[in-house]
């Protein structure tokens, strides 16, 4: 499975950005995705993640503002961003695994690359 982020960019404090991933390969082995994040001098970050049926899980800390969507059965997962902070700024990447359980578990089988987000 290859899972290729975009939409990252530079953007004011205050604003949104929606970031994209899509999946190709072997995406019959992934049952949930979502996004992590990793901010400057801190630990990598679960944001959020969806599974096949939709539903979506957040970490408590972020979910009044950003919010997880998918197209195409996990082919293609969205994760919209609002009223950006500059402690928002980082490396946002996204992972996949077999289950919601072991995307929270820390049993995460793909990972992208990364999409830089930067906010001023």
């Known amino acids: 499975v290859q899972l290729v982020e975009s939409g990252g960019e530079s953007v004011q404090a205050g604003g949104s950005l929606r970031l994209s991933c899509v999946a190709s390969g072997a995406t019959q082995d992934i049952g949930c995705m979502g996004w992590f994040r990793q901010v400057p001098g801190l630990e990598r970050e679960g944001i959020g993640s969806?599974?096949?049926?939709?539903?979506?899980t957040y970490a408590d800390s972020l979910k009044a503002r950003f919010t997880i969507s998918q197209d195409t059965s996990l082919k293609q997962v969205y994760l919209q961003m609002n009223n950006l902070k500059s402690e928002d700024t980082g490396m946002y990447y996204c992972a996949a695994a077999l289950d919601v359980r072991a995307w929270w578990g820390d049993d995460v089988y793909y990972w992208g690359r990364g999409t830089q987000v930067t906010v001023s």
């Open positions: 969806i599974d096949s049926d939709g539903i979506t």
